[in-house]
């Protein structure tokens, strides 16, 4: 069936009506980005922090501190995984990509896998997959949001971890990339790698005043360890969040892209459809013109 000049309005005022909505979202999606990249840069202080802190640890208490973590790599029991995805759509292959990565590393790790995932879409993309999940957790909608979680999450393996203490933790998450939106990223937060904690042992204390561990080495330690692991999946959500918004933010701007480029053929066909009415109804005037002077 052919348009009309009024078909084709209604089609234009309901395609300037969606535009006026990807705008929006595409203007919501690059300030969330940008939160939640501060938020990332905002721990660089207190990361280093925690790092001095650890390292004054390692340097007090030498070997004994890392005689479990040394061990660790040989556990073959089980493996505790966090796995960070989306709750929304218009992501792309968001949370497949990060499912698809989880999956790969996890199946080459010694031990039986337990995972939590923060996100329903990922969480079914990984039951589909087949592994062990032990707890789902909701995607968070703002950086205020995001310490309550991570709250929850250290609660619910610390908890599980009780009973095997040298049991590994992983963290997955999508991660910005210069030059392109996402790239899949892990980290194995504990035990704590050996290498890195004889970097933090040799790492000078940037004042003379010296530090002294307070409290008993194991408590300070302890504690000093829960606020790294506190830094780190903070950051791996804040990265995650600021991934989503990327692809939203891309999806967008490609369906952006597709609107103008209908609405300018809609706008075409309009003109024309028009147009043509116009010289129809020069055609009549004219018809009747010579229809009438000829008769006279």
């Known amino acids: 069936m052919s348009d009309t000049t009024e078909s084709l309005r209604r089609k234009i005022s309901s395609a300037g009506d969606l535009r006026s909505v990807v705008r929006t979202m595409k203007a919501l999606a690059a300030s969330s980005i940008g939160q939640y990249e501060k938020s990332v840069s905002a721990l660089a202080d207190y990361y280093r922090t925690v790092e001095l802190g650890l390292g004054a640890c390692f340097r007090e208490n030498g070997p004994a501190a890392t005689a479990v973590e040394r061990k660790a790599p040989t556990h073959a029991g089980t493996v505790s995984a ?6 929304q759509g218009l ?13 790969k590393i996890l199946a ?6 337990q995972v939590w995932a923060v996100g329903e879409r990922v969480h079914a993309r990984l039951a589909d997959a087949g592994l062990p999940l032990v707890g789902l957790f909701t995607v968070p909608n703002s ?4 310490t309550p979680l991570v709250g929850q999450i250290q609660l619910e393996t610390e908890a599980h971890r009780d009973n095997d203490e040298n049991a590994p933790l992983w963290v997955f ?3 910005p990339q210069s030059g392109a939106l996402y790239e899949p990223a892990s980290q194995r937060l504990l035990p704590l790698d050996a290498q890195w904690q004889q970097a933090l042992a040799k790492v000078r204390w940037p004042t003379a005043n010296l530090p002294e561990v307070m409290g008993g080495g194991t408590a300070t330690l ?12 903070f950051r791996a959500c804040a990265e995650s969040l600021a991934s989503e918004n990327a692809s939203r933010l891309a999806a967008m701007e490609r369906a ?18 028009r147009q043509s009415g116009i010289d129809e109804e020069l055609f009549d005037v004219i018809a009747g013109f010579e229809a009438l002077g000829g008769s006279r």
């Open 82 to 87: 966090i796995v960070f995805g989306s709750d």
């Open 91 to 103: 992501v792309g292959q968001f949370n497949d990509v990060v499912a698809d990565y989880a999956i």
């Open 108 to 113: 080459a790790l010694p031990g039986k896998a």
């Open 143 to 146: 950086v205020q949001a995001i």
């Open 173 to 175: 998450h999508n991660r």
């Open 222 to 233: 302890r504690a000093l360890i829960r606020e790294y692991l506190f830094i780190s999946l």
């Open 256 to 273: 952006d892209k597709n609107i103008n480029d209908l609405l300018e053929q809609l706008h075409g066909n309009f003109h024309q459809l």
